[in-house]
């Protein structure tokens, strides 16, 4: 059998689109990821109110390389203040 390899395309690799990150085998923000996924269950899946649990999961991922590290401007997390996302850690 001979390999006719001439007309075939290559495969382009690309990096995941933002949002795309890899999973989080080591559990190691697992404690933050269930308490935001607790806020949502609790408020009817209602986002708004959990934004202080979903930038403690983010920043728990980005601490363990699991995320590029990003501003908070450009994640949507602008105008939730530093002193109270402290506070509720």
């Known amino acids: ?5 001439f007309n075939q395309k290559t495969i382009k ?3 995941p689109e933002k949002g795309s990150f890899p999973l989080d ?7 933050p990821m269930i308490k935001y996924m607790k806020c949502l269950r609790d408020n009817k ?14 920043q728990c991922r980005m601490q363990h ?11 949507g997390f602008a105008d939730l203040d530093a002193k109270e996302f402290k506070e509720k850690t």
């Open 13 to 15: 690799v690309k990096p």
């Open 25 to 31: 085998h080591e559990g190691e923000c697992k404690i």
């Open 45 to 58: 899946m209602s986002n708004t109110i959990c934004r202080p649990d979903a930038k403690e999961y983010f």
């Open 65 to 75: 390389g699991l995320m590029k590290a990003e501003d908070w401007n450009k994640l």
């Open 1 to 5: 059998m001979s390999s006719y390899t």
